[in-house]
């Protein structure tokens, strides 16, 4: 069987799933599951020019949309998949497609691999572990030194500091920094770029990683949603550094809870759940930032 998907939604009670399958004929069935049970399904064929141009002209008649019904919210942990007529089954998995959205996950590979090739003193920003996930163990303890670095004490905390004044707290330079999450909760992060290079040997390379969209969360910590472009303006000469390369990925859509019309009716195009980026260190700042956290922010980070 060929097959691909190309969305696989959940959204409240209903489950969305679009794609393609030679197993797919027009006007039979198709059944969506969640944990084995066989969901109310409607299903509609779609035209799929691009398939036939690759499989031939029977191709253009394999696109399908099915649309399952749950009588509740789909949990994260339900096992979600598509039936066709003849027995075949698709589960849930990835839809990614490299085409559409280069995947972010590579560059952290190769950011993780740069690290241990090399070796050296390495500093997570935003470094606990809120949920019990950790990055340290991805790192070779033998050849590199692992810190890490966050506003509030607990597990996976060596140093306990706000990013935005990391040169008053460390005197040592790195070779490698990383964050995963959190520069969308820094106040200023242009001063955490700033502070970065400060505490950075020039050459040293940095792995930054957050959301071009995202929900709310962490309030009232949430500023900032970054695209993959929006990297080049905190990471560039004036800053001291240079953007090695940046992606984003992971396509997600965007639904208004109440669609009335007007200008947010149709967002068909998609948003990126994650936006990151490697940079390397060329020379220090040019420019600097003096305002102070503390004079802006006076609630005390309670996540």
């Not at 690290?115 to 050296?120: E, H």
């Not at 106040?187 to 050459?203: R, S, T, Y």
Request: aromatic share 12%.
């Amino acid at each position: 069987m060929k097959a691909h998907i190309d969305r696989f939604i959940t959204l409240g009670g209903v489950i969305i799933i679009i794609g393609w399958s030679s197993a797919y004929v027009v006007g039979e069935p198709l059944e969506v599951l969640e944990d084995g049970v066989v969901l109310e399904t409607i299903t509609r064929a779609v035209a799929r020019p691009d398939v036939a141009a690759q499989f031939g002209a029977e191709a253009a008649h394999w696109g399908f949309r099915a649309y399952g019904v749950t009588a509740d919210r789909i949990a994260k942990s339900s096992n979600i998949g598509l039936r066709f007529p003849t027995g075949a089954y698709i589960e849930r998995v990835s839809s990614h497609n490299p085409e559409v959205g280069e995947s972010p996950h590579v560059l952290w590979s190769s950011f993780v691999e740069d690290v241990n090739a090399n070796g050296g003193k390495i500093l997570e920003l935003g470094s606990r572990a809120r949920s019990g996930n950790t990055t340290r163990e991805v790192f070779d303890s033998s050849t590199v030194e692992y810190i890490g670095v966050d506003i509030t004490n607990g597990p996976n905390v060596d140093i306990v500091g706000d990013v935005h004044e990391l040169s008053r707290f460390i005197n040592e330079k790195f070779d490698f920094i990383y964050s995963v999450s959190s520069f969308e909760h820094f106040l200023m992060p242009w001063k955490v770029a700033l502070e970065m290079n400060k505490i950075m040997k020039v050459g040293a390379r940095a792995f930054c990683h957050s959301h071009q969209t995202w929900p709310a969360h962490d309030e009232p910590w949430d500023y900032f949603r970054f695209s993959k472009w929006a990297w080049g303006a905190l990471f560039n000469k004036h800053t001291g550094f240079r953007v090695v390369e940046a992606r984003w990925g992971e396509p997600v859509s965007i639904a208004r809870h109440l669609n009335c019309g007007g200008p947010f009716e149709q967002l068909e195009d998609p948003g990126w759940a994650l936006s990151v980026c490697v940079v390397e260190k060329i020379d220090s700042a040019q420019v600097k930032w003096d305002a102070d956290v503390s004079e802006i922010l006076k609630v005390e980070y309670n996540y």
